[in-house]
């Protein structure tokens, strides 16, 4: 007798009467509707890369993801009446210990008609005339068995994207810093821990199921990044006609900003040239900027302030329409050091954009825009490239940093109008291109975090061994580590399931 398949194992226990409930309870062929589709499941924790993977999905135009929900990160979870969402099992970090958020094939929910209600509900906000239809809720993640079942073993899929446990819970970090000192993160690591646990054991009875580790994919290379990509359109069925490029400007910004503060902090992190030689990943070994930004800002006093001060917004007097060379002449004045690389100007300018959005300083934002703008224009950069939404800053519904961040030319109009009318907001800070087709991945900056968290968490204070030395075998087994944060490994635990 040849080896049973792992969805095997379930018509099996059906057959010896192991699972009594889920005998019967739902029909083995898809309601006609259904038919025709490949359902692919995006899952992982929250602020794992999720969004990101289901963008970059919903980007194919074989594909569709659900768009225009009105609802948080347009995830399925929060448009359906089928089943309790996750903050009304616990939330963010209680959800995965809830039993009775559990579900799988055996589910009095796993009916028939419960079936199609799912469906209809979610292909409100799908284009079903799209073969692979995309959805992505990190709620799913102890729902797995229960969606394969729902919606058929042989047309269902599911991508799920990993990520460091400090690295989905950066973006709490400022919020809950006392007790991530206190108790060494446990909190987070033990809710993340949970998670992968469910995941590893729910493996075994799923027929189509894929991993990959959000560091893999935009930290080690332009190379292996379209690989990841290409593998994981291969796995749907599709190819990868989808340009992508990466970007690696917001990256540089950073490093450029933290070798600037630590120069004036810790001058002796650095070398007689400048370069850092600090044992700690706060920048790479021997970084040095070619080129850094000036101390002075590079705005007047007037529009430090939040005022328009002497610039003026209007294009110059006259029906003669302003050349790229007088605007950016006109918004300089004597502001910016003309003897700047572009290179250079950009950057700083870029920086300062950024954070008068952390500041939410409308009026500053509207004036460093027109003038990236008009030096973007000037060198050719496409103009639309400073489009920052303040509204995406600091969002809470994002599970996506700016470690990576997808956009695309066909999202502007849509992400607008959504927000407008109150709908989910996206990680989607620049649009870039001027095809659906053309995405832009921001790398190089998935692990920006660790700085911060070194500083704040003493893994060789007794509670922080205490600890570890339970938790650190554990996370080990899914590729990754406390005692040694930038040690990022394939994970053990998955290793046949690895994109």
């Keep these: 007798m040849g080896a049973l398949t792992r969805p095997s194992i379930l018509g099996l226990a059906c057959c010896l009467g192991l699972v009594v409930l889920a005998c019967g309870k739902l029909s083995p062929t898809l309601p006609k509707e259904m038919q025709g589709h490949t359902f692919a499941f995006v899952i992982g924790a929250h602020h794992s890369g999720t969004t990101i993977t289901d963008l970059l999905l ?28 996750a903050y009304k099992m616990g939330g963010l970090l209680q959800f995965a210990f809830n039993k009775q958020a559990y579900m ?40 797995m068995r229960f969606l394969q079942a729902m919606f058929g073993e042989d047309t269902s899929q599911f991508i799920i994207v990993m990520r460091h446990p ?19 993160a446990s909190t987070f690591v033990l809710q993340w821990l949970k998670i992968h646990d469910i995941i590893r054991d729910e493996l075994p009875f799923m027929k189509n199921v894929r991993i990959f580790q959000f560091e893999d994919l935009l930290g080690n290379g332009e190379e292996r990044t379209l ?21 690696t400007l917001g990256s ?23 370069r850092f030689i600090g044992s700690k990943p706060f920048l790479p070994k021997l970084y040095k900027p070619k080129n850094t930004m000036q101390e002075s800002h590079l705005l007047g006093e007037g529009v430090q302030g939040g005022k328009s ?17 007088a605007r950016l002449a006109r918004l300089n004045t004597e502001h910016v050091d003309i003897s700047q690389t572009d290179e250079k100007r950009i950057l700083h300018l870029q920086l300062k954009l ?29 103009d639309d490239a400073s489009t920052i939404d303040l509204e995406e800053e600091n969002s809470e519904g994002d599970d996506d940093d700016a470690a990576g961040e997808i956009v695309s030319n066909n999202e502007a109009s849509s992400s607008s109008s959504s927000r407008k009318n109150g709908g989910s907001r996206r990680s989607l800070n620049e649009f870039w291109g001027g095809s659906r087709d053309h995405v832009v991945l921001h790398a190089g900056t998935v692990l920006e975090w660790v700085p911060d968290w070194l500083e704040l968490i003493d893994v060789d204070s007794p509670r922080c061994q205490k600890f570890l030395k339970l938790a650190e075998p554990r996370l080990n087994e899914y590729g990754y580590s406390i005692q040694n944060l930038t040690d990022i490994r394939p994970p053990p635990a998955f290793k046949d399931y690895m994109l």
């Design 58 to 85: 919903g980007e194919h135009e074989e594909a569709s993801r659900l768009t225009n929900t009105h609802a948080k990160e347009d995830e399925g979870q929060h448009v359906q009446s089928v089943y309790l969402p």
């Design 104 to 143: 799988d094939e055996t589910h009095e929910y796993a009916t028939d008609e419960n079936r199609i209600k799912l469906f209809n509900e979610w292909g409100r906000y799908w284009n079903t005339s799209k073969r692979v239809l995309v959805e992505k809720s990190p709620r799913h993640v102890n729902m």
């Design 166 to 184: 400090f690295g989905t819970w950066n973006w709490m970090r400022h919020k809950m810093e006392s007790m991530i000192r206190a108790t060494c």
């Design 227 to 247: 690989d990841l990509v290409t593998r994981m359109y291969e796995f749907f069925g599709l190819k990868n006609n989808v340009p992508i490029e990466l970007d």
């Design 252 to 274: 540089e910004i950073k490093l450029i900003e933290r070798y600037e503060r630590l120069r004036k902090q810790s001058p002796k992190l650095f070398d007689a040239q400048g």
């Design 309 to 325: 001060g002497s610039w003026s917004t209007s294009s110059a007097s006259g029906s003669e329409k302003e050349t790229p060379d």
């Design 354 to 382: 950024q954070e008068a959005v952390h500041a939410k300083n409308h009026a500053l934002v509207r004036e460093l825009e027109e003038k990236l703008s008009a030096l973007q224009t000037l060198v050719g950069v496409p």
